[in-house]
């Protein structure tokens, strides 16, 4: 019925760049916040970037700057464009959808970012 797929996940050393894509498969997409989420080996899962259907973006403190989320309304895909990237942004990177004022979250299957030499 739904779902979310990310792709775009590698190794990639230090100070180098990457983008992930999360194609989305809904008629509504365009009236979902759209979110990047992450999940550090040990680590709780944390919001990386989200943009809303306005078009604004929120982004995390550790990735302002150097990470870029952006939404294809057309082609129903979230971008993150990730760059400057550093050992501690290695995580499996999830994309995530949500209707505003609801808690009934979408999740994708998450891919694999390794950044290291």
């Known amino acids: 019925q739904v779902q979310l797929v990310e792709s775009g996940g590698g190794l990639v050393q230090p100070g180098g760049s990457l983008t992930l894509t999360c194609a989305a498969s809904r008629f509504s997409f365009s009236r979902h916040v759209m979110s990047w989420f992450r999940q550090a080996p040990g680590k709780e899962r944390e919001l990386v970037a989200s943009?809303?259907?306005?078009?604004?973006?929120n982004y995390a403190d550790s990735v302002k700057g150097r990470f870029t989320i952006s939404r294809d309304n057309v082609k129903n895909m979230v971008y993150l464009q990730m760059t400057t990237l550093k050992p501690e942004d290695t995580a499996v990177y999830y994309c995530?959808?949500?209707?505003?004022?609801?808690?009934?979250?979408?999740w994708g299957q998450g891919t694999q970012v390794t950044v290291s030499s």
């Open positions: 995530r959808a949500v209707l505003p004022f609801s808690s009934n979250y979408v």
């Open positions: 943009v809303f259907t306005s078009g604004g973006t």
